[in-house]
């Protein structure tokens, strides 16, 4: 038995239905005083955190710096080369946006990647883990769940069957609401930012997220920020100052709205966008982070018309951690190392690959070619010759055991699980999202979703 399944079933056996009943009433109390909440869903529906030995989190982090580059050149050479930019199926209004300077180097300060560990991948397996690491979408746009995170953590470690766990195990958080706030600050100051900024959060009032701008708002203020929740119907641009309701100025957004939901609903000439473009107000992410935000990114990366951009080492880290990827079109093109006529090989290889929207969130327009009938993918791969899509190769979702508690009774059973670090300038790991879903298509509104907190854990000597 290896460490972590050691780990997991040592948890599991201090979890007896007392226990069980005494901790699910401390965590339905915590959920509901500290906001946990996804809507009106509570954001955990399980007794037990995400367990990551410290392996793991080494090849998660090795990862990410082996990856990174790539993706950091691809955007350079997009932002000098029209043409080459075309791949990545940006809008007009996007293609405006994206030649605004903000200020500061890194185009996501914040960013998050989607990804999976899996046994079921071709050798060599990593001898420390015996997995595998594959990366399946890049939130460079809107990174959520870091406040989440850090406040389920705190909730779980007071849980009475984590004080019995903690009598063997070393368990260490990895927060991230700091984080946050230093790249805030960080690109505020390269802006040229000088006085204590005001921070305004800035998404819509109805979205599911709100009580983790709350958690943000809270934790701003305990660190001296004023800091103020605005949706982008309160704000006004006017003399050079941008202003919630008419009368509060904000320095410095923490930008949680969609670009393509704001310019959507509220136009190009939204007064942030205004304020952004003439340098009156510092924005994270900015404009540029559209370009790798785009599910295409990982198509630009895997495509073999472009290996040609990327030194060796680059390379090996795309194949090492892409999966074969490409835009919807028609074309040739390498899969496996033998040519294949895109479209009629996608058609009727279903089972082997995903269809994704080039611009979506939340699982949004994403269709499984092994859970669909053919007349649904060919038709989802019609629309995709219309609109842009990326085709990608399926990855073996990994499952783990999660207990839960049912008509006051602990039942274990698997759930699905991701792992998404969070990454800071676009360089370094630290923090891990962690989501479960019975169903295959992993997010929080998912069949089962729910989201855990993530730990370190070590046997103690």
């Given at each position: 038995m290896g460490e972590l399944e050691e780990a997991i079933d040592f948890y599991h056996s201090l979890l007896t239905d007392e226990v069980?009943?005494?901790?699910?009433?401390?965590?339905?109390?915590?959920?509901?005083?500290?906001?946990?909440?996804?809507?009106?869903?509570?954001?955990c529906t399980v007794l037990r955190p995400r367990f990551l030995t410290h392996a793991q989190y080494r090849q998660i982090r090795r990862a990410i710096r082996e990856i990174m580059p790539a993706f950091a050149k691809a955007q350079r050479v997009a932002l000098q080369d029209k043409t080459f930019r075309r791949q990545f199926g940006l809008t007009p209004w996007e293609e405006e946006l994206i030649q605004v300077d903000p200020g500061f180097?890194?185009?996501?300060?914040?960013?998050?990647?989607?990804?999976?560990?899996?046994?079921?991948?071709?050798?060599?397996?990593?001898?420390?883990?015996?997995?595998?690491?594959?990366?399946?979408?890049?939130?460079?746009?809107?990174?959520?769940?870091?406040a989440y995170n850090d406040v389920l953590s705190e909730v779980f470690l007071a849980l009475p069957v984590m004080g019995a766990f903690q009598r063997r195990y070393e368990v260490h958080?990895?927060?991230?609401?700091?984080h946050v706030l230093h790249a805030l600050l960080d690109a505020y100051r390269q802006w040229g930012g000088k006085e204590q900024p005001r921070i305004a959060i800035l998404d819509w009032r109805e979205v599911p997220t709100y009580s983790e701008f709350m958690l943000f708002q809270d934790y701003f203020a305990s660190q001296d920020f004023e800091c103020v929740i605005a949706d982008p119907r309160q704000?006004?641009?006017?003399?050079?100052?941008?202003?919630?309701d008419g009368i509060t100025p904000v320095h410095l957004v923490y930008k949680r709205v969609l670009l393509s939901e704001l310019v959507t609903r509220e136009g190009i000439d939204h007064p942030v966008i205004r304020a952004v473009r003439e340098g009156s107000v510092c924005m994270v992410n900015p404009f540029r982070c559209k370009l790798l935000h785009k599910k295409?990114?990982?198509?630009?990366?895997?495509?073999?018309?472009?290996?040609?951009?990327?030194?060796?080492?680059?390379?090996?880290?795309?194949?090492?951690?892409?999966?074969?990827?490409?835009?919807?079109?028609?074309?040739?093109?390498?899969y496996e190392g033998k040519k294949i006529d895109l479209l009629p090989y996608v058609s009727q290889h279903k089972d082997q690959f995903v269809l994704k929207p080039n611009d979506e969130y939340g699982g949004?327009?994403?269709?499984?070619?092994?859970?669909?009938?053919?007349?649904?993918?060919?038709?989802?791969?019609?629309?995709?010759?219309?609109?842009?899509?990326?085709?990608?190769?399926?990855?073996?979702?990994?499952s783990e055991a999660y207990p839960s508690l049912v008509e006051e009774q602990v039942q274990?059973?698997?759930?699905?699980?991701?792992?998404?670090?969070?990454?800071?300038y676009g360089d370094y790991v630290s923090g891990c999202l962690t989501r479960l879903?019975?169903?295959?298509?992993?997010?929080?509104?998912?069949?089962?979703?729910?989201?855990?907190?993530?730990?370190?854990?070590?046997?103690?000597?």
């Amino acid at each position: 038995m290896g460490e972590l399944e050691e780990a997991i079933d040592f948890y599991h056996s201090l979890l007896t239905d007392e226990v069980g009943i005494e901790s699910q009433r401390q965590l339905t109390r915590q959920l509901h005083h500290r906001r946990l909440f996804f809507g009106e869903r509570p954001l955990c529906t399980v007794l037990r955190p995400r367990f990551l030995t410290h392996a793991q989190y080494r090849q998660i982090r090795r990862a990410i710096r082996e990856i990174m580059p790539a993706f950091a050149k691809a955007q350079r050479v997009a932002l000098q080369d029209k043409t080459f930019r075309r791949q990545f199926g940006l809008t007009p209004w996007e293609e405006e946006l994206i030649q605004v300077d903000p200020g500061f180097n890194a185009s996501s300060p914040m960013s998050r990647m989607d990804s999976f560990f899996t046994a079921d991948a071709p050798p060599p397996l990593p001898e420390d883990t015996g997995l595998r690491i594959f990366f399946a979408e890049y939130n460079a746009e809107t990174p959520a769940a870091a406040a989440y995170n850090d406040v389920l953590s705190e909730v779980f470690l007071a849980l009475p069957v984590m004080g019995a766990f903690q009598r063997r195990y070393e368990v260490h958080p990895l927060p991230g609401r700091h984080h946050v706030l230093h790249a805030l600050l960080d690109a505020y100051r390269q802006w040229g930012g000088k006085e204590q900024p005001r921070i305004a959060i800035l998404d819509w009032r109805e979205v599911p997220t709100y009580s983790e701008f709350m958690l943000f708002q809270d934790y701003f203020a305990s660190q001296d920020f004023e800091c103020v929740i605005a949706d982008p119907r309160q704000l006004e641009y006017r003399h050079g100052e941008l202003l919630v309701d008419g009368i509060t100025p904000v320095h410095l957004v923490y930008k949680r709205v969609l670009l393509s939901e704001l310019v959507t609903r509220e136009g190009i000439d939204h007064p942030v966008i205004r304020a952004v473009r003439e340098g009156s107000v510092c924005m994270v992410n900015p404009f540029r982070c559209k370009l790798l935000h785009k599910k295409a990114s990982f198509a630009v990366l895997s495509d073999e018309d472009n290996a040609h951009l990327f030194n060796a080492t680059e390379r090996q880290a795309i194949a090492d951690y892409i999966p074969w990827s490409r835009v919807v079109k028609e074309r040739t093109t390498l899969y496996e190392g033998k040519k294949i006529d895109l479209l009629p090989y996608v058609s009727q290889h279903k089972d082997q690959f995903v269809l994704k929207p080039n611009d979506e969130y939340g699982g949004k327009g994403v269709v499984l070619g092994w859970e669909c009938d053919q007349e649904k993918w060919d038709d989802t791969l019609q629309t995709a010759l219309v609109e842009p899509y990326v085709v990608q190769q399926r990855i073996c979702i990994p499952s783990e055991a999660y207990p839960s508690l049912v008509e006051e009774q602990v039942q274990i059973y698997n759930r699905m699980i991701d792992t998404n670090p969070f990454i800071w300038y676009g360089d370094y790991v630290s923090g891990c999202l962690t989501r479960l879903s019975t169903v295959e298509l992993l997010n929080v509104t998912a069949g089962g979703g729910s989201m855990v907190p993530s730990f370190l854990i070590e046997k103690r000597s």
